[in-house]
């Protein structure tokens, strides 16, 4: 679905953020993208986007898949209402009127967004802005997620409800790739890892395959990670 | 540090921080060809004003000379110089932020008094050689007007505090500047004669001062309102340059809940295609950001102006510049609508996206356009301007519209 083969990236010329990164998503499957803060985990996803200038490799989406971008800042225009957002991310894609309205009220009832739907998504709460992301996503039903740190914000009954929706959708098919700090999350829901250490990949595979390369049998991700990280300095 | 030393510092940051936006603006091309010809330009009129009033004074009202000498002594604002920082750094130093506040006001009081004087300057060989004032009657009104600039500008600030809605602050705000322009006028004709006048009103317009001042630093809660204020202050230079490009959108006190217009989410037009309503989602937006709706209409107004008081070949010129003005602001907002960061986080249909850019770019540039080629036929000699400009332009406005999209088409993301 998503292949991916960094040969550099940065935000600045001969100033690499990012260096040889490759891995891909399959269709169905939840890829992890992990690394501490200023890894290099925010410069991959925004190469994959093409929001990135400096860069040199390939990235391509499979037939013509198309994605749906959930960013880790919320993002809005100032005087369009939240279901004017929808009605534009709807109609940029090219989706037939009645599914996509139909859709749209569907998660708005299911994140209770229903009684700020003619609002200004500015005026929301930060959770609020969160959910109108997912819900932009969610109802443009793409075949690849690319999610940036979903759980910021969400309290944990939303975040349940996201993950619900994550697995309902890897259940028709739709790849996710999501890079997130939450490991204990992860770990739970993720098929395989990437894990970016100073803007290079330290590690790639499933948690058995980490823990095994770790040796440690019974670890969680958490102390895989660690290890893997320490292996890498 | 005391905060007298504080507000030295800011005001050097915000002085240095607008020049480097003006620096980024101002290059020597347009010092060379506009800024310093310009200058010589009025110098030169200035000079020949004292000598001899333009003939153009006769059919101006001497009371109409107060309005511009009005708008530029309050063309400053009240400032504190807070910043977004000072609520974990420096607020719970109260004397520190009073004394603050207390010398951003002092500063900005005498910023409103250099304005005042220089503002004064400008018109007075019209005053002096025109209408033959003495130099009681220029020193009273002189001193009336830097009263009123003080209270205005104060009096604006409250407003500001306690009006969400940008429509509805108008109403006070122009009662405030209307009332005031009225005062000034009833001075310098006949109130600056009697002594008794001159001093009562003196004293009030000092008692309104200290009063308001004195409400302005014991106001509490104001501390996110003024640092939104502060903001747009310092970005001033930048928002004039670049529209709204350089003015951070990021949560402030006052949020709009619902928009002003169109409420509800309703749909301009309830059938049409894919890009109508990408086009109509356009229009809300813009129509609702009064800042970009503005530039339109300055555009609009002042091209007619120019055309109807310009001579024959340079009113083509304004009418070209118009063209070229509103063409470079649809383009300039539909950038910023397609490629807002909202707009990153799926694929447009590519071919959606150069039709709905197409029918972007007409839909603020063919009303105003045409309305000013109208006008441009009315200020022409003779029936045929009245047919041969609307035509004209029409057929030079689609003509540029059409390369325009070509560009828009070659630039735009795959």
Redesign the interface.
């Known amino acids: 679905m998503l292949n991916v083969a960094i040969e550099e990236a940065g935000y600045e010329k001969n100033s690499q953020t990012i260096t040889d990164l490759s891995f891909s998503v399959k269709s169905g499957e939840l890829l992890g993208l992990l690394g501490s803060n200023g890894a290099g985990k925010s410069t991959t996803i925004k190469t994959i986007?093409?929001?990135m200038k400096e860069w040199k490799g390939s990235v391509t989406f499979e037939g013509d898949a198309?994605?749906?971008?959930?960013?880790e800042q919320p993002?809005?225009?100032?005087?369009?209402?939240?279901?004017?957002?929808l009605?534009?991310?709807a109609?940029?894609?090219?989706l037939q009127d009645g599914d996509w309205e139909e859709r749209a009220q569907e998660l708005i009832r299911y994140f209770k967004l229903g009684h700020v739907?003619?609002?200004?998504p500015?005026?929301f709460s930060k959770g609020m802005k969160q959910k109108v992301?997912l819900i932009?996503?969610f109802m443009?039903k793409?075949d690849l997620y690319i999610i940036d740190e979903p759980f910021l914000g969400l309290d944990p009954r939303a975040t349940k409800d996201f993950l619900k929706l994550i697995e309902k959708e890897r259940a028709r098919g739709a790849g996710v790739l999501m890079s997130t700090h939450v490991l204990d999350t992860a770990e739970r829901i993720c098929d395989r890892f990437v894990l970016i250490s100073s803007g290079i990949m330290a590690a790639e595979g499933t948690l058995d395959e980490w823990r095994e390369r770790t040796g440690m049998e019974t670890g969680t991700l958490l102390d895989c990670v660690d290890r893997l990280l320490e292996q890498t300095i | 540090m005391t905060s007298f030393q504080l507000l030295k510092k800011r005001v050097s940051d915000d002085r240095r921080y607008k020049l480097r936006d003006l620096r980024t603006a101002l290059d020597w091309t347009v010092w060379f060809y506009i800024l310093i010809p310009a200058l010589i330009v009025s110098v030169v009129y200035y000079q020949s004003w004292w000598i001899m009033a333009p003939e153009w004074l006769n059919f101006v009202p001497e009371q109409a000379m107060m309005v511009p000498l009005f708008l530029g002594a309050t063309w400053w604002s009240l400032r504190v110089y807070l910043e977004e920082a000072d609520q974990v750094y420096i607020l719970q130093n109260q004397n520190l932020v009073d004394g603050l506040k207390k010398w951003g006001m002092v500063h900005s009081l005498l910023k409103g008094s250099v304005l005042t004087l220089f503002s004064i300057a400008v018109v007075l060989p019209f005053l002096i050689t025109g209408w033959n004032w003495g130099m009681e009657q220029v020193v009273i009104t002189g001193i009336f007007v830097l009263l009123a600039s003080w209270n205005v500008n104060v009096c604006r600030y409250f407003i500001d505090l306690t009006i969400q809605s940008i429509w509805i602050k108008w109403i006070p705000l122009m009662m405030v500047n209307v009332v005031s322009i009225g005062i000034l006028v009833f001075v310098s004709q006949v109130g600056w004669k009697s002594r008794e006048f001159v001093f009562v009103g003196v004293a009030l317009l000092l008692v309104l001062l200290i009063a308001q001042l004195y409400y302005r630093i014991k106001v509490k809660g104001t501390f996110f309102h003024d640092v939104m204020m502060e903001r747009g202050y310092k970005q001033s230079v930048t928002n004039l340059l670049m529209k709204q490009v350089g003015v951070s959108s990021g949560r402030t006190v006052l949020v709009r809940k619902k928009p002003f217009l169109f409420k509800g989410s309703k749909r301009l037009r309830k059938q049409g295609s894919p890009e109508t309503r990408i086009v109509d989602l356009y229009v809300k937006w813009l129509l609702r950001s009064p800042g970009k709706v503005q530039y339109y209409l300055q555009v609009t107004g002042w091209g007619i102006a120019a055309i109807f008081l310009l001579p024959l070949v340079v009113k083509v010129i304004v009418l070209l510049f118009a063209l070229y003005a509103f063409i470079g602001l649809s383009k300039a907002d539909w950038h910023e609508f397609s490629e807002r960061s909202y707009a990153q986080l799926f694929q447009w249909d590519q071919q959606l996206r150069e039709l709905s850019a197409k029918k972007a770019s007409k839909v603020f540039t063919m009303p105003c356009f045409i309305l000013v080629c109208v006008m441009t036929g009315v200020a022409f000699p003779g029936w045929i301007g009245m047919l041969l400009f609307p035509l004209g332009g029409w057929v030079m406005m689609m003509g540029s519209i059409r390369m325009v999209h070509q560009d828009v088409r070659s630039s735009s993301p795959q």
């Not at chain 1, 109609?91 to 090219?94: D, K, Y």
């Open positions: 986007l093409g929001l198309r994605y749906a971008y959930i960013p993002v809005f225009y100032d005087s369009l209402t939240l279901w004017e957002h009605e534009l991310a109609t940029a894609v090219s739907v003619h609002d200004l500015s005026s992301m932009t996503a443009l793409p």
